[in-house]
């Protein structure tokens, strides 16, 4: 779904694309991260779903597991492609009835931590089908050394989208 449609019966949704592209360690076995929450202010939004399109993954390491609450234990997403690709993608549907998403936080999980990414851009979906850079993020750190921690930089902010109608497609 576009910025700003709403469908009869249906949530309004955003798609946010993150990429992942550069990890901690100089050659991790895969890119790791135990949940990624988007805000509006300081509310919460839901997501309903998460995909890796490229990623490989096992099924209990999924990208499903960013979005399932647990953010200190039992999941967490695990990308093994990220070596072999040099980056890892990650759609997330995001409910935008409460506000669009203006702040994203993320989890390291508890892997290594050479895994855990420190480099990414988010970008947001228009209605013309494109997508449009709202953050940029490079070399950022993790709190510590400790598992399930957040990233000292974050949360991080995300520009406002453009406005666009169907008549600027």
Not at 12 to 29: H, I
Not at 39 to 55: D, I, K, M
Request: proline share 6%; aromatic share 8%.
């Amino acid at each position: 779904l576009g910025l700003g449609l709403l469908l009869a019966g249906a949530a309004a949704g955003v798609e946010v694309r993150v990429t992942f592209t550069k990890s901690r360690g100089n050659n991790p076995d895969g890119l790791s991260l135990s949940e990624v929450r988007f805000l509006h202010e300081a509310t919460q939004l839901p997501v309903t779903a998460a995909s890796n399109p490229g990623g490989v993954y096992s099924a209990n390491e999924g990208p499903e597991d960013l979005i399932d609450g647990y953010a200190q234990g039992g999941s967490k997403w695990v990308d093994t492609n990220f070596t072999t690709q040099g980056y890892s993608m990650v759609v997330f549907e995001v409910d935008d009835t409460l506000g669009t998403p203006n702040v994203m936080e993320v989890v390291a999980p508890n892997n290594p931590t050479g895994r855990w990414p420190v480099s990414w851009t988010v970008e947001i979906a228009d209605i013309c089908g494109g997508f449009t850079q709202v953050a940029s993020v490079s070399d950022t750190g993790v709190t510590g050394t400790a598992y399930w921690s957040n990233y000292e930089d974050g949360p991080f902010d995300l520009a406002a989208a453009p406005s666009l109608t169907a008549e600027d497609c």
